[in-house]
């Protein structure tokens, strides 16, 4: 675990900040190459569409993070701004990079639905680098094991699961299958709609492994709007699908 890579006297460059940034270079780079392939979103809109994505999800994320620690927040107030040691919850960031794309999309006319099935599969991958950047800035943890592959984070006198790991490999293998899944799309929504499906498959089975915020019935909050998210995309897919046929 190596919460700061490398330090130019004062000045600090964080692998949690650094591996969420590769994420999203390699993602808008690989998402060029698709836009010239397929012809949407033209190459240029490319840029437009993941600034908005990556700005609105990245404030949403964090507020929904700070939300949950909310206690703490408020006795440190200025930490709500010390994104650099971590601290991103993707449910919140899904919400208002879906809010930043429809107003932005509606000014632009990019279809809403086909926009969403473009990203997805970007997002999914982004994911990956941001739960590696967990990893080794020591957030988000998993509960103790004794596992094999267990790992100790600094300050801690016992092995954890390595619940970020889990994720980063989950959302790869998410990451290979909507890339494939997008190249025969049936209609427009499929890819976004499988991808909140099977992450929160994912998430909320993770879950039991992590150090839960809070529980309520025995489950965690990410748990339940696991649930949510995992209950209306199957709701929209099966009425998108039936549309579509």
């Not at 949690?16 to 240029?44: H, I, N």
């Not at 279809?111 to 988000?140: E, M, T």
Request: with cysteine.
């Amino acid at each position: 675990m190596k919460p700061i890579l490398f330090s130019f006297g004062s000045i600090h460059i964080y692998t949690y900040g650094l591996s969420v940034a590769l994420g999203v270079l390699l993602s808008v780079f690989l998402m060029q190459r698709q836009s010239r392939r397929t012809g949407f979103p033209k190459p240029d809109e490319v840029f437009d569409m993941a600034f908005v994505v990556l700005v609105w999800g990245f404030i949403g994320a964090r507020l929904f993070y700070v939300f949950q620690n909310l206690s703490f927040y408020l006795e440190e107030p200025f930490k709500i701004f010390a994104v650099w040691e971590g601290g991103l919850i993707f449910y919140g960031g899904a919400v208002a990079a879906f809010l930043g794309l429809w107003i932005m999309g509606r000014k632009k006319k990019w279809p809403f639905w086909k926009s969403l099935d473009f990203l997805a599969p970007y997002a999914a991958l982004s994911h990956v680098f941001g739960r590696i950047g967990c990893f080794l800035n020591g957030c988000c943890f998993g509960k103790a094991c004794d596992l094999p592959w267990a790992v100790r984070f600094p300050e801690m006198s016992y092995r954890v699961h390595p619940a970020q790991i889990y994720e980063a490999c989950y959302d790869l293998l998410l990451y290979v299958f909507l890339i494939k899944r997008a190249k025969k799309v049936r209609f427009e929504g499929e890819i976004i709609l499988l991808y909140f499906l099977f992450y929160g498959m994912g998430r909320y089975t993770i879950e039991f492994v992590r150090e839960p915020s809070w529980t309520w019935m025995g489950l965690t909050s990410n748990q339940w709007l696991s649930v949510a998210i995992m209950t209306a995309a199957f709701v929209l897919f099966q009425r998108r699908r039936y549309k579509a046929s």
